[in-house]
Protein backbone atom coordinates (compact mmCIF):
# COMPACT_ATOMS: atom_id res chain seq x y z
CA UNK A 1 0.00 0.00 0.00
CA UNK A 2 1.30 3.39 -1.29
CA UNK A 3 1.07 5.65 1.73
CA UNK A 4 1.33 9.66 0.68
CA UNK A 5 1.62 12.48 2.67
CA UNK A 6 -0.09 15.89 2.93
CA UNK A 7 3.49 17.73 1.68
CA UNK A 8 3.32 15.18 -0.91
CA UNK A 9 -0.16 15.46 -2.01
CA UNK A 10 0.40 20.03 -2.07
CA UNK A 11 3.38 19.68 -4.33
CA UNK A 12 1.26 17.32 -6.70
CA UNK A 13 -1.60 19.88 -6.46
CA UNK A 14 1.38 22.76 -7.49
CA UNK A 15 2.35 20.67 -10.59
CA UNK A 16 -1.16 20.20 -11.62
CA UNK A 17 -1.95 23.74 -11.48
CA UNK A 18 1.14 24.62 -13.19
CA UNK A 19 0.26 22.61 -15.78
CA UNK A 20 -2.99 23.82 -16.63
CA UNK A 21 -1.26 27.68 -16.60
CA UNK A 22 1.51 26.27 -19.07
CA UNK A 23 -1.08 24.64 -21.59
CA UNK A 24 -3.48 28.15 -21.15
CA UNK A 25 -0.89 30.41 -22.44
CA UNK A 26 0.15 28.08 -25.11
CA UNK A 27 -3.38 28.02 -26.32
CA UNK A 28 -3.29 31.65 -26.24
CA UNK A 29 -0.73 31.55 -28.89
CA UNK A 30 -1.51 29.21 -30.93
CA UNK A 31 -5.17 29.60 -31.41
CA UNK A 32 -5.50 32.85 -33.03
CA UNK A 33 -7.50 35.12 -31.75
CA UNK A 34 -10.08 35.67 -34.60
CA UNK A 35 -11.38 32.11 -34.42
CA UNK A 36 -13.67 30.63 -32.84
CA UNK A 37 -13.45 27.31 -32.11
CA UNK A 38 -15.26 24.08 -30.60
CA UNK A 39 -13.37 21.50 -28.39
CA UNK A 40 -14.94 18.32 -29.11
CA UNK A 41 -14.27 15.43 -26.07
CA UNK A 42 -11.84 13.23 -28.16
CA UNK A 43 -11.93 14.57 -31.26
CA UNK A 44 -10.08 17.00 -32.94
CA UNK A 45 -10.36 21.12 -32.58
CA UNK A 46 -12.56 22.65 -35.14
CA UNK A 47 -13.13 25.59 -36.37
CA UNK A 48 -16.27 27.23 -35.83
CA UNK A 49 -16.46 30.64 -37.72
CA UNK A 50 -14.55 33.58 -38.62
CA UNK A 51 -15.51 37.28 -37.34
CA UNK A 52 -15.87 39.39 -40.60
CA UNK A 53 -13.24 41.84 -40.79
CA UNK A 54 -14.29 45.67 -41.25
CA UNK A 55 -13.23 46.80 -44.63
CA UNK A 56 -15.54 48.95 -46.47
CA UNK A 57 -18.30 51.12 -45.78
CA UNK A 58 -20.37 53.96 -47.19
CA UNK A 59 -19.22 55.99 -49.88
CA UNK A 60 -20.80 58.33 -53.13
CA UNK A 61 -18.06 59.51 -55.19
CA UNK A 62 -18.34 60.57 -58.90
CA UNK A 63 -17.92 58.36 -62.08
CA UNK A 64 -15.44 58.52 -64.92
CA UNK A 65 -19.23 59.94 -66.99
CA UNK A 66 -20.07 62.16 -64.37
CA UNK A 67 -22.94 60.28 -62.50
CA UNK A 68 -22.85 59.67 -59.22
CA UNK A 69 -22.36 55.99 -57.64
CA UNK A 70 -22.51 55.25 -53.92
CA UNK A 71 -22.15 52.06 -51.98
CA UNK A 72 -26.44 51.56 -51.85
CA UNK A 73 -26.37 51.44 -55.92
CA UNK A 74 -24.73 48.19 -55.20
CA UNK A 75 -26.72 46.43 -52.62
CA UNK A 76 -27.55 43.04 -54.70
CA UNK A 77 -23.85 42.75 -56.50
CA UNK A 78 -20.32 41.97 -55.85
CA UNK A 79 -17.86 43.99 -56.50
CA UNK A 80 -13.69 44.82 -57.00
CA UNK A 81 -11.99 48.03 -55.59
CA UNK A 82 -8.78 48.89 -56.78
CA UNK A 83 -7.09 52.14 -55.80
CA UNK A 84 -4.94 54.02 -58.15
CA UNK A 85 -4.35 57.10 -60.17
CA UNK A 86 -3.79 57.38 -64.19
CA UNK A 87 -0.05 58.44 -64.42
CA UNK A 88 0.70 55.24 -62.30
CA UNK A 89 3.40 53.76 -64.74
CA UNK A 90 2.86 50.40 -64.39
CA UNK A 91 1.20 48.88 -61.09
CA UNK A 92 -2.41 50.49 -62.14
CA UNK A 93 -2.28 49.70 -66.09
CA UNK A 94 -1.42 46.20 -65.64
CA UNK A 95 -4.23 45.46 -62.71
CA UNK A 96 -6.91 47.24 -64.96
CA UNK A 97 -5.56 45.15 -68.04
CA UNK A 98 -5.55 41.83 -66.24
CA UNK A 99 -9.31 42.79 -64.65
CA UNK A 100 -9.90 43.46 -68.09
CA UNK A 101 -8.82 40.17 -69.15
CA UNK A 102 -10.83 38.72 -66.16
CA UNK A 103 -13.98 40.11 -67.44
CA UNK A 104 -13.94 38.57 -70.74
CA UNK A 105 -12.58 34.98 -69.26
CA UNK A 106 -15.88 35.37 -67.16
CA UNK A 107 -18.38 35.60 -70.42
CA UNK A 108 -21.80 36.14 -68.96
CA UNK A 109 -21.45 35.74 -65.46
CA UNK A 110 -19.11 39.17 -65.62
CA UNK A 111 -22.22 41.62 -66.11
CA UNK A 112 -23.28 40.37 -62.38
CA UNK A 113 -19.56 41.77 -61.11
CA UNK A 114 -18.67 45.62 -60.87
CA UNK A 115 -15.09 46.88 -61.27
CA UNK A 116 -14.50 50.04 -59.43
CA UNK A 117 -10.84 52.21 -59.90
CA UNK A 118 -11.09 54.86 -57.50
CA UNK A 119 -8.53 57.64 -58.41
CA UNK A 120 -5.97 58.38 -55.28
CA UNK A 121 -5.04 61.72 -57.33
CA UNK A 122 -8.26 64.09 -57.57
CA UNK A 123 -6.30 67.04 -58.35
CA UNK A 124 -5.30 65.38 -61.59
CA UNK A 125 -7.79 62.80 -62.15
CA UNK A 126 -11.33 64.24 -62.83
CA UNK A 127 -13.93 62.15 -64.52
CA UNK A 128 -13.06 63.64 -68.07
CA UNK A 129 -9.39 62.52 -67.37
CA UNK A 130 -10.21 59.63 -66.15
CA UNK A 131 -12.95 59.02 -69.15
CA UNK A 132 -10.25 59.27 -71.39
CA UNK A 133 -7.69 57.07 -69.69
CA UNK A 134 -10.16 53.97 -68.89
CA UNK A 135 -10.92 54.01 -72.87
CA UNK A 136 -7.79 51.93 -73.30
CA UNK A 137 -9.26 48.88 -70.85
CA UNK A 138 -13.02 47.01 -70.59
CA UNK A 139 -16.12 49.98 -70.75
CA UNK A 140 -17.54 47.89 -67.58
CA UNK A 141 -15.06 49.32 -65.40
CA UNK A 142 -16.02 52.49 -63.67
CA UNK A 143 -13.49 55.24 -62.77
CA UNK A 144 -14.41 57.27 -59.64
CA UNK A 145 -13.17 60.23 -58.29
CA UNK A 146 -14.24 63.02 -55.63
CA UNK A 147 -12.67 65.48 -52.89
CA UNK A 148 -9.04 64.68 -51.05
CA UNK A 149 -11.95 64.34 -47.94
CA UNK A 150 -14.38 61.80 -49.63
CA UNK A 151 -11.44 60.05 -51.34
CA UNK A 152 -9.34 59.68 -47.87
CA UNK A 153 -12.81 59.08 -45.86
CA UNK A 154 -13.07 55.99 -48.42
CA UNK A 155 -9.62 54.86 -48.10
CA UNK A 156 -10.15 55.08 -44.54
CA UNK A 157 -12.77 52.73 -45.20
CA UNK A 158 -10.71 50.23 -46.97
CA UNK A 159 -7.75 50.68 -44.94
CA UNK A 160 -5.76 51.55 -48.12
CA UNK A 161 -2.84 53.35 -48.17
CA UNK A 162 -1.47 56.22 -50.12
CA UNK A 163 0.90 59.04 -50.52
CA UNK A 164 2.08 61.87 -52.53
CA UNK A 165 5.86 61.39 -53.83
CA UNK A 166 7.72 64.32 -55.57
CA UNK A 167 9.83 63.86 -58.13
CA UNK A 168 13.38 65.10 -59.17
CA UNK A 169 10.86 67.06 -62.06
CA UNK A 170 8.92 69.06 -59.90
CA UNK A 171 5.67 66.50 -60.19
CA UNK A 172 4.81 63.80 -58.30
CA UNK A 173 3.77 60.59 -57.89
CA UNK A 174 1.82 58.46 -55.55
CA UNK A 175 2.76 55.07 -54.11
CA UNK A 176 -0.38 52.89 -52.98
CA UNK A 177 -1.92 50.34 -52.01
CA UNK A 178 -2.02 47.73 -55.14
CA UNK A 179 -4.24 44.74 -53.89
CA UNK A 180 -7.80 44.53 -55.17
CA UNK A 181 -10.66 44.46 -52.63
CA UNK A 182 -13.25 41.58 -53.03
CA UNK A 183 -17.09 42.83 -51.35
CA UNK A 184 -19.81 40.49 -51.53
CA UNK A 185 -23.28 41.92 -52.20
CA UNK A 186 -24.14 42.95 -48.99
CA UNK A 187 -21.08 44.82 -49.20
CA UNK A 188 -19.19 42.96 -47.14
CA UNK A 189 -14.98 42.13 -47.67
CA UNK A 190 -14.30 38.72 -48.44
CA UNK A 191 -10.86 38.80 -49.69
CA UNK A 192 -8.38 40.72 -51.92
CA UNK A 193 -6.13 40.13 -55.71
CA UNK A 194 -2.69 40.39 -55.05
CA UNK A 195 -0.73 42.55 -57.29
CA UNK A 196 0.94 40.27 -59.43
CA UNK A 197 -1.00 37.03 -58.64
CA UNK A 198 -1.66 34.33 -61.00
CA UNK A 199 -4.17 34.50 -63.56
CA UNK A 200 -6.00 31.36 -62.34
CA UNK A 201 -6.08 32.16 -58.76
CA UNK A 202 -6.95 35.16 -59.84
CA UNK A 203 -9.82 33.82 -61.72
CA UNK A 204 -10.83 31.13 -59.26
CA UNK A 205 -11.24 34.50 -56.41
CA UNK A 206 -13.70 35.72 -59.07
CA UNK A 207 -16.18 32.91 -59.92
CA UNK A 208 -16.12 31.87 -56.00
CA UNK A 209 -17.09 36.13 -55.51
CA UNK A 210 -19.85 35.80 -58.11
CA UNK A 211 -21.07 31.94 -56.63
CA UNK A 212 -20.69 33.76 -53.24
CA UNK A 213 -18.28 30.45 -51.71
CA UNK A 214 -15.74 31.50 -49.06
CA UNK A 215 -12.55 32.88 -51.01
Not at 1 to 24: F, H, K, N, Q
Amino acid sequence: MVVTTAMEDDGRSRRLRMAIAVLGILASVLIPATAWVLFRPGGPLVAQSQPAVDIGGPFTLVTHKGDTLSDQDLTGQPYAVFFGFTHCPEICPTTLWEMSEALKQLGPDAERLRVLFISVDSMRDTPEFLDNYLQSFDPRIVGLTGSEEEIAAVGKGYRAYWEKVPTEDGDYTMNHTASIYLMDGRGQFVGTIAYGEQQTVRMEKLRKLLAGASI
